[in-house]
């Protein structure tokens, strides 16, 4: 059984087509699980609307607002599927993606997470994307060092890896998906479905990669840093998450000192160097 989940926060504009979506899938899932993360606006009316017409179960969870990363989580310990398949609520799947997806991961049951290709939208409008934004698969760990190159509503995940791995880090407002990914991506190779079988609207300020758009390069060198220290990377990997890091520090280091902050560049510089083995990378 698929179990769909949607996180969801104040996107009522958005749910029903992302939840219209679930629904008009060619295989359908056996349940739909939408966690409602403490939205002020009709986000329940809306879900229980859906719930009185739909065939699919529809389970709508209701919790204070504890960001992304809680929602997600707390779908993932409701769903009672061998496969989680992740829809972010002001996204959306082509009919055909949960039938193509789960027929690649079928084919390929060694596998425990697949992904697949986007269509981008922004303000309405379809846009290209740039060739360092084209998923990859296979061992992704070196690709996703810079930036997620895991699209959330992408992902399709056996139960096993959830089991195996952990859940995302509450932690964390933004970049739970970087930081997830890069854990698994150090570990396990990912499936690429290379269809584009999931839309993506871009470019609004109430997205979190736009509220926290300065701050993004802080959580991910947080995450980096507590990779390395988890002692899990083999020597490769860990060369090239030093790398990452010190590239990081520097850059955002280097920001600071130039908008009157140099006490907490002077700590990303440390923290770099905290990392970096003695005559192995420049400064």
Not at 194 to 222: A, C, E, W, Y
Not at 237 to 248: F, N
Not at 261 to 268: A, D, L, M, N, Q
Request: glycine letters at 8%; aromatic letters at 6%; proline letters at 5%.
């Amino acid at each position: 059984m698929i179990s769909a989940i949607i996180p969801t926060h104040n996107r009522e504009s958005f749910l029903e087509r992302s939840i219209g979506s679930v629904l008009a899938q060619r295989l359908a899932c056996g349940e739909l699980i939408v966690v409602d993360d403490g939205s002020t606006d009709n986000t329940a009316a809306l879900v229980e609307r859906v719930v009185a017409s739909s065939a699919v179960p529809v389970r709508l969870v209701r919790q204070r607002n504890s960001g992304a990363a809680a929602a997600r989580n707390a779908g993932i310990r409701l769903a009672r599927g061998r496969l989680l398949a992740f829809l972010d609520s002001d996204d959306w799947w082509l009919p055909d993606k949960l039938a193509v997806q789960a027929a690649a991961m079928a084919a390929r049951p060694e596998s425990l997470v697949a992904h697949t290709r986007e269509i981008w939208f922004r303000r309405g409008q379809r846009v290209n994307q740039k060739k360092k934004h084209d998923p990859p698969g296979g061992d992704i760990f070196a690709a996703s060092l810079g930036m997620c190159v895991v699209g959330m509503s992408t992902v399709m995940a056996r139960r096993e890896l959830f089991d195996r791995y952990g859940l995302f880090d509450e932690s964390l407002p933004c970049c739970e998906d970087y930081d997830f990914w890069l854990r698994i991506g150090c570990r396990e190779p990912f499936l690429l479905v290379p269809n584009r079988l999931t839309g993506k609207d871009g470019g609004r300020p109430d997205q979190l990669s736009t509220i926290h758009r300065q701050g993004m390069d802080v959580f991910r060198i947080r995450s980096l840093a507590a990779l390395l220290d988890s002692d899990v990377l083999r020597p490769d990997q860990r060369r090239a998450a030093v790398a990452e890091l010190a590239r990081k520090c520097r850059i955002y280091g280097q920001g600071c000192g130039k908008h009157g902050r140099p006490e907490e560049g002077e700590r990303y510089f440390n923290l770099a160097a905290r990392y970096r083995p003695t005559g192995d990378l420049p400064a």
